[in-house]
């Protein structure tokens, strides 16, 4: 789930783990076979808070995954594989994402396991200026009150999925990695791993008792182009998940749904320096008593894409609000939240980043949970 999506060079080559094996993609056939990658961030932090809660006003984070990909060809073409995402640091969920999948470059591709939904993977909105601080992509580690995530909020993300994509090189006569793709998944549950205790979501062996979220259905669609020197993504998503009752707000259970859409623009001014621009929309039903309403945009410019020597700055804004909060215990809030990033690509892999922030809660339910905001962080993302 927790993804560096910098968008450093052209948008197509951002299109996700989809495209990236279909571009990969042999005629031959090949063994099944083991490689090893992932992400280490470390990092400083610190914050302006009030009311401060207790809080510290810095701090030492970090943020670390493995994974084991595996992927083979079958004789005709057909590619089948998977993931294990191990937590390199000790978490709620130690294994993140584990799925299989299956495609082919006619067809598309099937993901059967637990891992992110199809809005989580397709959505293009803002571009990230600061990695893992984005409108779009979140860790651990993120020291913001109430961040602005521009995903459902009830979104069953790294729980069990069926996730279903069309092969996008088949629309508009484009070649592989552009042109129009169609994702649709499907969650019966809010289950994650065979874990009963300690765990985000565990669910034990045999059927599981859903509890909070149940029978999500997701679907998503983008379009990725490039008309001469502008690249185009386009994005619009869907979800609906059955909300459990378990009190005079929520009872009885309920359906909830929500729709959102985004757009990334990168004008490639030469050299290898690019200008992008994007945002995103989101409306949704939440606890099936109020309704909440989102919008990012974002600006971003790179010296030279991801080439080492690259330097980034952007600029990304939030606004969030949440209407008929009479009794919506829940309620989050609304959000006003904005952050300047500068990036520094020392080598391939070794990204260095620095940036300031502010987000401002009101309008919360609890008294006093109103929080004003200043945070600022440094550190180094790797990926390998």
């Known amino acids: 789930m927790k993804k560096t999506l910098l968008l450093q060079t052209a948008l197509v080559a951002a299109a996700g783990l989809f495209v990236a094996d279909i571009a990969n993609a042999q005629t031959k056939e090949v063994p099944l076979g083991l490689t090893v990658g992932g992400y280490y961030n470390q990092l400083l932090q610190w914050q302006d808070r009030s009311p401060n809660g207790g809080q510290s006003d810095h701090g030492i984070k970090q943020d670390s995954e493995i994974h084991f990909n595996f992927r083979g060809v079958l004789a005709n073409g057909t590619v089948i594989g998977g993931r294990v995402e191990l937590e390199s640091g000790t978490y709620g969920d130690q294994i993140d994402e584990t799925y299989m999948f299956v495609e082919h470059t006619e067809f598309g591709r099937a993901e059967i396991g637990s891992m992110d939904s199809v809005t989580t993977k397709m959505i293009y909105g803002a571009p990230n200026s600061l990695p893992n601080y984005s409108t779009t992509v979140q860790s651990e580690y993120s020291a913001v009150n109430n961040a602005p995530l521009m995903r459902f909020a009830n979104n069953m993300d790294d729980t069990n999925h069926i996730n279903l994509y069309s092969a996008s090189n088949r629309y508009f006569g484009s070649k592989a990695g552009k042109g129009l793709q169609i994702g649709v998944a499907y969650s019966p549950d809010n289950c994650q791993d065979l874990t009963t205790t ?23 669609a983008n379009y990725l182009e490039s008309f001469g020197a502008v690249d185009v993504a386009l994005y619009a998503g869907y979800n609906s998940v059955k909300v459990l009752g378990t009190g005079a707000a929520t009872a009885p259970s309920s359906r909830e749904s929500g729709w959102q859409g985004g757009a990334t623009f990168g004008y490639n001014l030469g050299d290898g320096s690019l200008i992008q621009v994007g945002g995103a929309y989101t409306n949704e039903d939440v606890t099936a008593v109020r309704e909440r309403k989102g919008w990012t945009a974002g600006v971003r410019y790179l010296t030279n894409g991801a080439t080492p020597g690259s330097v980034g700055i952007g600029f990304e804004y939030a606004d969030r609000n949440e209407s008929n909060s009479a009794g919506a215990a829940t309620r989050a809030g609304d959000l006003e939240y904005w952050h300047v990033g500068l990036t520094y690509q020392v080598a391939a892999g070794i990204l260095g980043f620095v940036g300031v922030g502010v987000s401002d809660t009101t309008d919360t339910v609890t008294a006093g949970s109103n929080v004003d905001q200043t945070f600022g962080v440094v550190g180094v993302n790797l990926t390998f």
């Open 198 to 220: 300690g765990t985000q979501n565990g669910c034990g062996n045999g059927f599981f008792s859903p509890v909070g979220l149940e029978q999500q259905f997701n679907a998503a």
